[in-house]
């Protein structure tokens, strides 16, 4: 700015410095911002990803432990039976698609001809429909009952002709 | 003139040149600074995804119109990108995803087809959403454009 002083007017070099390095601070702190924005978006996506990657696994779990399940009252013969309870299987935790969730799309189906447990987990969230993970069991006389008094959700038992699953029609079905 | 006056005037001047020719050259350099850090991104975004479709894939997921596949440790070796020319007035470049899978599914073409396509779409469908803000439409995906460049992706088997 320049200032009179004594009928002389002179220019100050020191708003002019100021200046200098306010206009250099502006364009690369904008330069900086450009990049680094692009950067956050990308590790937010990143832990998206990982979080999807992470809750495919859990539902493949689900699955593998099922069919784990029928193998061992398959194998241990006639009057064999194993009962999962909600601490191992928690259908309404498992189809969920909130954090704590597996975003499994129920019902679970155990294809006999194929003899395969079959895992669809939704996977809209990415933009998709829905993958499909299966398993092999070794049995394929597989039935499914509604669960009793004696026989609660997700009992399994050989009665020494079948492999019957008790459970409820919306959370396993057994296809031919 | 008092030439104290005339002193701090010339340096008040050379200081505004200084400063003119300064933000010439950081204006001049953002369309540079933009078009690397838009291939950053790109790149950085077709790892995510190929790494995200071999995860899936050796975890045993796919489409049901896909194809079987043997669950097993498939992973991503490394990414390079080729410079493939131009594509009208974008320039091209080609993703090249290097691939570690077991045996049984490396010396299979089937299983490799399979595979490698796997990765491919996913490794496009995260570049397309990394510059869109959105996923693209069901099917396959074979190249994404952004506002300089083009983007095509193929993959190999070590």
Same mark, same amino acid.
Do not use: W
């Given at each position: 700015?320049?200032?009179i002083?004594h ?13 200098q390095?306010t ?6 702190? *904008?330069?900086?911002?450009?990049v ?5 978006n990308l ?14 696994? #859990?539902?493949?779990?689900? *699955?593998q ?10 194998s241990?013969?006639? *009057? ?8 191992k299987?928690?259908?309404? #935790?498992?189809?969920?698609? #909130?954090?704590r969730?597996?975003?499994v ?16 987990k ?16 070794i ?13 609660p ?10 492999v019957?699953?008790?459970?409820s029609i ?7 | 003139?008092n030439s ?6 010339q ?9 003119g ?12 600074i ?7 991104k ?12 071999a ?8 489409a ?39 045996d ?7 299983y ?8 491919c779409t ?15 439409g ?8 952004t506002s ?11």
């Amino acid at each position: 700015m320049p200032s009179i002083s004594h009928g002389r007017i002179s220019l100050s070099a020191e708003s002019d410095k100021k200046a200098q390095i306010t206009i250099e601070v502006i364009v690369v702190i *904008g330069i900086f911002l450009i990049v680094f924005s692009s950067l956050i978006n990308l590790s937010f996506e990143r832990f998206h990803l990982a979080q999807e990657v992470g809750s495919a696994g #859990e539902a493949k779990m689900t *699955g593998q432990f099922i069919a784990s399940a029928i193998n061992n009252v398959y194998s241990n013969g006639g *009057g064999f039976s194993i009962h999962l309870n909600e601490n191992k299987i928690n259908f309404s #935790e498992l189809s969920s698609s #909130e954090i704590r969730g597996s975003g499994v799309i129920l019902p679970i189906i155990i294809n006999n001809s194929e003899r395969r447990v079959v895992i669809n987990k939704n996977f809209s969230s990415m933009g998709g429909t829905s993958l499909y993970a299966s398993i092999p069991i070794i049995p394929d006389n597989i039935t499914r009952e509604n669960s009793t008094l004696a026989y609660p959700q997700l009992t399994i038992r050989n009665n020494g002709t079948d492999v019957i699953i008790y459970a409820s029609i919306n959370n396993i079905k057994v296809v031919s | 003139m008092n030439s104290r006056a005339d002193r701090k005037a010339q340096a008040a001047l050379e200081y505004i040149i200084v400063v003119g020719v300064m933000l010439l050259i950081v204006t001049s350099m953002l369309p540079v600074i933009t078009k690397q850090a838009q291939l950053s991104k790109a790149t950085a975004a077709i790892r995510d995804g190929a790494t995200y479709g071999a995860g899936l894939r050796a975890l045993g997921f796919k489409a049901s119109k896909s194809n079987y596949v043997p669950d097993g440790a498939i992973k991503i070796k490394e990414i390079g990108m080729v410079n493939n020319g131009t594509n009208g007035n974008l320039k091209s470049y080609m993703s090249r995803i290097h691939i570690i899978a077991p045996d049984y599914i490396k010396d299979n073409s089937t299983y490799t087809h399979r595979v490698g396509a796997s990765v491919c779409t996913q490794a496009l469908r995260q570049l397309y959403y990394a510059f869109n803000g959105r996923y693209p439409g069901g099917g396959k995906i074979d190249s994404v454009n952004t506002s300089y460049y083009y983007f095509t992706c193929e993959y190999t088997f070590n």
